[in-house]
């Protein structure tokens, strides 16, 4: 079956989800990331005019402050025109419909749509109704997929710890409603990480989470054990029907991040969160404030990850 996000010549044409793509693609992105970022003077990141003369047209149906800001400063160091369509006040406000939208914007003479939307598979519709110059990226949809989230994720893992091949990597909290942690782990077991592990209580597990490659555990003082890295999630309460869990107290009690419980990892480990964060639901603030937090490089590193990926997408022969 044809690959939707790959071109004739096994380009990247457009990035709607991690699954499915190549390990040599997502190394490839990772690798081009590296060039953008100042490694020596912090995490400065450089400017490179490859995409001059491109409109990139920034559409978020859904609030955002990381993916939405990062895409922009991102577009800028390319020399990208950047138009932030600001959908409150847009004509699908009217009733426009989403292609109705995407079709006026092509018609301003869009080079790439950055779109985010509650609806799950809104980025592959887009992709499949464009014209084949234009290149769709996928900034979260739903459930499903959030793949420049899980890029910069794989990125922060290899700059903190060099290779997939060795680790073990939990991902915890509501695996169900995240398409951050969809995304993680078809990003981790592509790229060779041996054991991946999700830690969360039954009611925010997905159906046959094994399917897709990880071990379950629902304590995490077992699940923690000996990771290298810990990726923790939010806690999705805007997707969740009915009450999938008893508190937030009793959420923290078992499913916190606390300096007691992350003692059970590897003493070198590394504590990541996509953000935002619920500071004393998902994660105590002495964890996301330690020594063991690289959640603000995350952030940093998103600038280059999608860099990489706008830069990629323009090179892409039509
Ligand atoms: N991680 C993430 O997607 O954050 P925003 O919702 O702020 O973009």
């Known amino acids: 079956m044809n690959n939707p996000q790959l071109n004739k010549n096994g380009e990247l044409q457009h990035l ?28 400065e990141i450089r400017n490179a005019p490859l ?3 491109k ?19 991102a577009a800028k160091r390319l020399s990208a025109d950047v138009v932030n369509l600001n959908i409150g006040s847009s004509s699908t406000s009217k009733g426009e419909t989403l292609l109705d939208t995407v079709d ?42 959030h793949p420049t989230q899980a890029l910069l994720d794989m990125f922060t893992v290899r700059h903190y710890k060099k290779e997939f091949h060795n680790l073990r990597v939990a991902i915890v909290g509501d695996v169900l409603h995240s398409r951050v942690a969809r995304s993680q782990i078809h990003a981790l ?16 597990l997905p159906t046959m989470v094994e ?57 070198d480990a590394i504590v990541m969160h996509p953000g935002p964060m619920n500071r004393g639901i998902e994660i105590d ?13 995350q952030v940093t590193f998103g600038i280059a990850v999608r860099m990489a990926v706008m830069s990629m997408l323009a090179g892409a022969k039509a």
């Open 104 to 145: 006026n914007l092509c018609a301003m003479h869009a080079d790439m749509f950055v779109v985010r939307h509650s609806q799950s598979g809104a980025a592959h519709i887009i992709a499949r109704h464009v014209a084949p110059e234009i290149h769709v990226i996928n900034a979260g949809d739903g459930r499903h997929a």
């Open 16 to 43: 709607l989800s991690t699954e499915g793509l190549p390990a040599d693609i997502l190394r490839a992105i990772l690798d081009k990331a590296t060039t953008f970022v100042d490694f020596s003077d912090g995490f």
């Open 55 to 73: 409109s990139v047209f920034n559409v978020f149906f859904e609030n955002s402050t990381r993916t939405r800001t990062t895409f922009e400063i």
């Open 285 to 297: 603030s002495s964890v996301a404030d330690g020594k063991h937090s690289v959640i603000l490089p």
């Open 211 to 267: 399917n897709l490659g990880v071990r379950v555990f629902h304590d995490m003082n077992e699940g923690l054990k000996d990771v290298d890295v810990v990726m923790m999630l939010r806690l999705q309460n805007e997707r969740m029907q009915g009450a999938a869990l008893p508190s937030a107290q009793e959420y923290f009690k078992y499913y916190g991040l606390t300096e007691e419980k992350l003692a059970h990892a590897r003493p």
């Open 51 to 53: 995409l001059k003369g």
């Open 189 to 204: 077991t592509t790229l060779g990480v041996p054991e991946v592990r999700v830690i969360a209580p039954k009611t925010l």
